[in-house]
């Protein structure tokens, strides 16, 4: 097969994208937090600032780089023949979470642009650490491969 001779570039062009996607991952959460702030104590202008920002990064950053982990994961684990492997389960599973975790971040920033505050800062601020946990088990169950 033509892309069996690629799997490294393809390894690589993943690993790329993935650091883009968590990029993304941790900065907007980390958005929402001030732009709750700016709502919070009436700064109405920089609450603006954020809503962009938040769109910015969105469509810049976070959607294609999902697009493009997705597509090359996929590849790689047909190419690679890993479709039968337990690790390769266990990390779709934590992906997909991660997947659910953009999800709701970009719905947040969207409450958030209506004025919509669901979480408390605290609650918030506990959330933005779910990302690094994913990230940090996805990691040990590719390179490790405990099952
Ligand atoms: C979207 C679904 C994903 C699928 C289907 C997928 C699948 C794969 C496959 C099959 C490999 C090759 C493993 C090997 O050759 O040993 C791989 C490599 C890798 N993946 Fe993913 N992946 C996905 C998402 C992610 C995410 C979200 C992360 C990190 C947060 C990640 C991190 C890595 C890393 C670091 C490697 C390189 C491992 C090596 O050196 O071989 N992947 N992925």
Redesign the pocket.
């Given at each position: 097969m033509v892309l069996a001779g690629a799997?490294l570039w393809i390894?690589a062009a993943?690993?790329i994208f993935?650091i883009f996607?968590?990029a993304g991952l941790f900065m907007l959460p980390r958005y929402l937090v001030y732009h709750q702030e700016a709502l919070v104590a009436g700064r109405g202008d920089e609450a603006a600032i954020w809503i962009e920002r938040e769109a910015k990064i969105r469509s810049i950053i976070l959607t294609p780089a999902m697009i493009a982990?997705?597509v090359?994961?996929?590849t790689?684990?047909t190419v690679?023949q890993?479709w039968g492997e337990g690790w390769?389960h266990a990390?779709?599973l934590?992906?997909l979470l991660?997947?659910g975790y953009h999800g709701w971040a970009v719905g947040y920033a969207r409450r958030l642009a209506r004025g919509v505050m669901r979480l408390d800062a605290r609650r918030l601020r506990m959330i933005n650490e779910v990302p690094a946990l994913?990230?940090t088990v996805?990691?040990v169950l590719?390179?490790v491969?405990p099952f």
């Open positions: 799997y390894v993943h690993v993935v996607w968590m982990v997705w090359l994961g996929l790689l684990a690679g890993h390769l990390k779709l934590f992906v991660l997947s994913m990230a996805i990691v590719v390179f491969k």
